[in-house]
């Protein structure tokens, strides 16, 4: 059986930063507060007329220069987002347009912020039987346009940006080793967009209400997120044979980073396994362990060899994990 090898990575971040100041300025809250409980201290916004499809097909020009493949020899391309271009057609279909090539297979995948991983699996699988050669798999976002920008609870949580990776079946050890995925449909309300789908249809009004906005409890996101990355981080180590000390680099989804150095101490990590730039970027959703991944790559803290572990949560709820010999 070949293995799914990533064998290029790409990320794409909007120029505008807007920092926890600038919130100051926009809603009640402080820079104190906000670097206390969450460790954020700026976020990046796509510009106006900047599109989800943008930053995913630039990652992913970046993923493709950097593992020397044609967009001609991708034959699956999967975006996992919340944010796309339209609620139908898929983004993927838009970065395959962009990127010039037609008629190889182009979907999303929705499972929020564990959408890159959720990608991730369907590209594995379908590399693993021989149906896939090579594909691009995507997390891509602009959560700044369904942040309700009056609600202090959410707006200063969430970025916007994409990452990338090429992968390609290839015979050997190295590799995707195991993906993981779960999700509890019984918490959807915790975290979700009311509008506009068949629940809350555009023609029923609703933009008075703020539908069309993101709506979260923190506090019980929180205490299932801790718990949901701490078990299947455990169920990716154990089926691999391996412990916590084989994990070269452990990227969990950068939410928050309470909530990363909770999951990171209860699996036993140290500082150096963790892979942190929720200061910086702010929750990206299903784009932030794909940036989070090309960052590293190319600081060059990944050498062939390296176990790496993704470890996700996200609204549904979902979480999944994808372990990795680079
Ligand atoms: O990818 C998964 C996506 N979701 C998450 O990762 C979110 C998980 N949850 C969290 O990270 C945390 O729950 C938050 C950071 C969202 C909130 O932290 P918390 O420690 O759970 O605070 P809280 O919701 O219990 O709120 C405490 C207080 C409240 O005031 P009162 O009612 O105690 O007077 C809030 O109104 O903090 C207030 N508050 C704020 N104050 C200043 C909430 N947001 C802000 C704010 N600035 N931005």
Redesign the pocket.
């Given at each position: 059986m070949k293995r799914a090898r990533i064998i290029g990575t790409g990320s794409c971040i909007p120029e505008r930063i807007l920092t926890n100041s600038d919130l100051e300025e926009m809603?009640?809250?402080?820079d104190e507060?906000?670097v206390t409980?969450?460790g954020i201290r700026e976020r990046h916004l796509a510009a106006e007329g900047e599109f989800t499809s943008d930053l995913a097909t630039a990652a992913a020009r970046q993923a493709l220069a950097m593992a020397g493949v044609d967009p001609q020899e991708i034959d699956l391309i999967v975006v996992g987002t919340i944010t796309g271009d339209f609620p139908w057609p898929a983004t993927a279909c838009l970065v395959q347009n962009n990127l010039g090539i037609r008629g190889c297979a182009a979907f999303d995948v929705s499972a929020a912020?564990s959408g890159f991983v959720y990608a991730l699996d369907c590209a594995v699988k379908r590399i693993e039987t021989g149906a896939s050669k090579k594909a691009l798999v995507i997390g891509a976002e602009i959560l700044s346009r369904i942040v309700d920008w009056q609600d202090?609870?959410t707006c200063?949580?969430f970025g916007d940006g994409a990452g990338a990776v090429v992968l390609e079946g290839q015979e050997g050890d190295s590799g995707v080793l195991s993906t993981h995925l779960h999700a509890d449909g019984s918490f959807w309300e915790l975290?979700h967009q009311p509008g506009f789908g068949s629940r809350f249809p555009a023609s029923d009004g609703g933009i008075k209400d703020r539908l069309p906005f993101l709506k979260?409890q923190?506090?019980e996101?929180?205490k299932v997120?801790v718990r949901s990355l701490h078990e299947v981080a455990v169920e990716a180590i154990e089926a691999n044979g391996m412990s916590t000390s084989d994990i070269d680099l452990f990227i969990p989804?950068q939410?928050?980073r309470?909530?990363l150095e909770a999951t990171a101490k209860r699996l036993g990590f140290s500082d150096e396994q963790v892979y942190i730039n929720v200061d910086r970027f702010g929750?990206t959703?299903g784009a932030s362990i794909p940036i989070a991944l090309d960052e590293a790559n190319r600081k060059g803290m990944i050498k062939e060899g390296d176990i790496i572990l993704f470890d996700a949560?996200?609204g549904g709820f979902t979480w999944a994990s994808a372990l990795i010999r680079w």
């Open positions: 809603v009640d809250t402080s507060w906000i409980r969450t912020c202090r609870n200063v949580l975290l979260m923190g506090n996101v929180f997120a989804h939410a928050n309470r909530i929750n959703s949560f996200g």
